[in-house]
């Protein structure tokens, strides 16, 4: 099968790249906007280079994609780009009858897409959107809880992340720093009572025990995709995303909004004009790609971690169902924690490509995909998903 | 049925007593050394059963003339008597029940398991709170496993407000200067082995609002029993307590002073232990405080128990929480956790509930659900919890 990745170059595409050649064993197709980059991505991570074909595409240019489409007739398409060109690309897929998958379209985006379901039912084709470790492994760690209860309840889902390095390495996150920014500027909203919900930003402050080297951490709401869907899906009464920031990050990423690095409004400094946001991600975007050529480091050192609690009944009892998504820096194949947004697509992609998901419509991770297959897949990449589940009997 | 309770002026006796005027309008022999102390407590008590008497543990003759027309003796006072008073029980042909043995005497009480049986006697051994629930506990969740690695029990209590108030133990100042005095038992991949006293130090969450608190092995009977009578793999046993941190540092002082010296100290011509005169100062203490109209202080008792092994191939856990807080109701403070134990377990001696002879400990012979339903009540909480996991790699 042959895949076509969408914004190789970043810091998840190039990742994803790597996965669909090294794991998933099938052909690929790299592109960004930038070919000299994509190319040293690919070359960088020391992918096999009779397995990838780069390409310069950009993902707005809909009429170069068409083309590439028809041109090169991949089975599958995975945007690795910013969200914003979600829906733009799914546009060209359902045409073609390409099969699609992407990173997410934090909330409001992904209910577009979604909304998009029959053109690609008629069509016959799968769109699995928001298919990153959040949203992504999330929202597949809450179907597999629902599946284990008779009646959900409440889904809480965290995240964080850290390393243990003697001094903390300040404001590096884990994703792209647009997302971050946004993060910080955009009301969250949650699904509380069968309602979506606005709240205030770093509103629902909660201590919460991540697994260690995390142990309690301080978690605020963000905006994010899985409460725009998770509840409807899985018939939730309550759906809620936190990031619990390591306290240097949080600093860091406030003090970036409130220096103005937020605003998309074009700033003069010495001839040029430049957007603070896109000066800021070009910086950002310059030290990964620089980061990535350096060697890896021999021990595990830095991690994400996921937490996904969902409480409901079995056999009337209350129960809850717990799952942990913890990834190390794998040192041995040298790639990053990052792996864990990167992987879920690639898998996605593959079972599109085999098959293994056909449904004909346009969802989120929570309908489409097979759980405990996926946390199997997940497991041979070191992405580590523990289920914990609990049931609860009082005798009084 | 009728019951003969010894220490019935006890902190823990005098509840009992209560208990089985109160649940089950039991005819009660209260007996203790001292007539008017017990007299005191059967007054309070609403129930014209209870004969009060004075009878010395001691004296086996006298004992067993009164045994002889009990169902039921239950030994509520300190545990170096057990070891008297079981004898007798067995011999007058009548179930036997106590607060625990402190590891050394349970096993000394163990040897006696083919008398009992020949006299067609049941004796539970340590059915407390701890000993007694906790074991109870470890059966219950032994029975929700397919094989159990590991037991392990903590205890925790305090007040709703954090107080200044002087350290009153919720149960025998002889017993707790025992504890920080004595090397604890665990079983350890299956060997009973003795370790340093305070040793095994680690956090453990409790219910609110203890929290999380710091725990340390206490000698205590659990591990002498359970990883027998538990089977099912039990490799692994211990028992903890989470010391309120100010409590902690006074029983800590006082051990080391020495108060937990049972060799006598000539002082102006008496020569009395220390550990008898801390337990005396202690008892007066509290009979002039159960005296006194005070307005009762929110105080709780709390257990944990977590028996961790496998169930259909999987990793899981079953934990168990006991609360107890004093009820403001009928003025009953949570020891009470402690004294209804031996109440339920007599009647399920006297009516036939218990069907195993012999000497044995709680886990082997009290069914757990019907127990907890009991407890509950008496406004003893027991929660279950159970945790099977699932790993999606390769560890
Ligand atoms: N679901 C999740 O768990 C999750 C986690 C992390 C991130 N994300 C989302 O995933 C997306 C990518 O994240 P990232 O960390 O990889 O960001 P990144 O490092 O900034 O990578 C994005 C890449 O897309 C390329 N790109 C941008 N616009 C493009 C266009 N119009 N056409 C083609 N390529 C384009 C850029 O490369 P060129 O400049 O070379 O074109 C850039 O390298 C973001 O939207 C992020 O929010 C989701």
Redesign the pocket.
Known sequence: MKALV??A?????ALTVQDLVEMCKVDVIA????LE??KKAVKDLKINPNKVTTME????DLTKLDKVMKKEKPDTVVN????Q?NLGVMSVAVKNGVHYTD??G?FDTTLKQIAQSKKWKDAGVNATV???????MTNVAGAAGAARLDKVDTIDIYCSWGNTLPIKEAGWP??????VIDEFTQQPVAWLNGKHKKMPILSGEKEVLMQEPIGKVKSYYIKHSEPATMGKNLKAKNVTFRIGFPAQDLNTFKTLVQLGFASTKPLKANDGKVSPIDYL?IM??NA?SEGRGEKPPKEKFEFDDFRIDVFGQKNGLPAVATYFIETWNDPVRGISS?RD?AVPPAIVSYWQGTKKIKAPGAYTAEVTVDPIPFFKELGRRKINVTEHFERVTKYY | MKVLVLGASGQMGGLTIRDLAEHYDAEVIAADLKLDRIKNVVAKIKSDKITPMSLDANDASALKKVAKDVDVVHNSAWYELNIKVMPVAIEAGVHYSDLGGFYDFTAKQLEYDKKAKDAGVTCVLGIGSSPGLTNICGAAGAKKLDSVDTINIYCSWGTKEKSEDAAFPAYSIRTVLDELTQEPGIVENGVKKKVPVLSGMTEVLMPEPSGKVVAYYIKHSEPQTMADFIGKGTRNVSFRIGFPPNDFTTFKTLAQLGFGDKEKIDVGGNSVSPKEVITAMYLKALAESRASNDAMVDEYDFFRVDVTGMKDGRDARATYYIRTWNDPESGISSARDTAVPPSITANWLATGKITKRGTIPPEGCIDPVPFFKELAKRKILVDEELQFTNSFYEK
């Open positions: 969408l914004g170059s970043g810091q998840i595409g592109s960004s906007r930038s980059r994509t595409l950009d993902a707005n690795c780009a910013w969200y060109t990173l997410g934090f928001g298919l990153g470790s959040t949203p992504g884990g994703y792209s720093i647009r997302t991600t950002y975007q990964i990052a947004t």
